[in-house]
């Protein structure tokens, strides 16, 4: 059985970092893109970043967080990390670790997710 378990969310002033982790479990070597997503009050869930390929040496990332958020992927820990940087209000979300067994390459992997974590709470305040 698959399971995702996102921690490291807090509440962090305008200008913070904080790192997200993603521990996964089960059949996580059949993984071929992990990636995170958020959810703001009130807003659709949206793609933040992924990373691409069993060995996660590829990433992909929505502009918003570009240059700000680094992800990245420990297959021999089964851990998926998110760095973020330069932390902005409009960062606030639930932010979600998903993985996907299909095969992506860009754009193509910020959809279609097979397994998805309960979310952690990240709040910035200004």
């Known amino acids: 059985q698959v399971r995702l378990v996102e921690s490291g969310g807090a509440l962090v002033q305008t200008g913070g970092s904080l790192r997200l982790s993603c521990a996964a479990s089960g059949r996580s070597f059949a993984f071929y893109a992990m990636g995170w997503f958020r959810q703001a009050p009130g807003k659709e869930r949206e793609f933040a970043a992924t990373?691409?390929?069993?060995?996660?040496?590829?990433?992909y990332y929505t502009n918003s967080v570009k240059d700000r958020f680094t992800i990245s992927r420990d297959v021999a820990k089964n851990m998926l990390y998110l760095q973020m940087n330069n932390l902005k209000p409009e960062d606030t979300a639930v932010y979600y670790c998903?993985?996907?067994?299909?095969?992506?390459?860009?754009?193509?992997?910020?959809?279609?997710?097979?397994?998805w974590g309960q979310g952690t709470q990240v709040t910035v305040s200004s």
């Open positions: 990373t691409i390929g069993f060995n996660g040496a590829d990433t």
């Open positions: 998903a993985a996907s067994t299909n095969f992506c390459s860009g754009s193509g992997c910020t959809r279609d997710y097979n397994f």
